[in-house]
């Protein structure tokens, strides 16, 4: 069971977790043994609340589909056990993170001593540059 918070958590049937040989360098472990895990959750089908899902069907990210399954590969360890919780890990992150609600972004405006050390440092930099031309007698 993945407890995401006090009151919501996953059963372990909703997720769907397959075995596979991971990809790039390391030698014969690599080509013999099913080390990285691939988790599939059905976003849609779970027992997680509305808001959860709707949030999650939101995500503009590339681990979702189009159909609202949530696809971890997870291949960083060399042991499937750690490939495993990685995997679990990485959705309970990505879970959590839609139920935070973000703080309104109030728009705000320079100072003017800041707007005015701006333009002074601007132009101090400028004299330094008009410096380095070519000398005329």
Known sequence: MLHISQTVSIA????ELSYIRAQGAGGQN?????????LRFDINASSLPAFYKERLLALKDSRITKDGVIVIKAQQYRTQEKNREDALLRLEEMIKSVAKVQKARRATKPSKSSQRKRMDSKTQRGKTKAMRGKVSF
């Open 30 to 38: 690599v080509n013999k043994v099913s080390s990285a895990v691939h």
């Open 12 to 15: 372990d049937e909703e997720i």
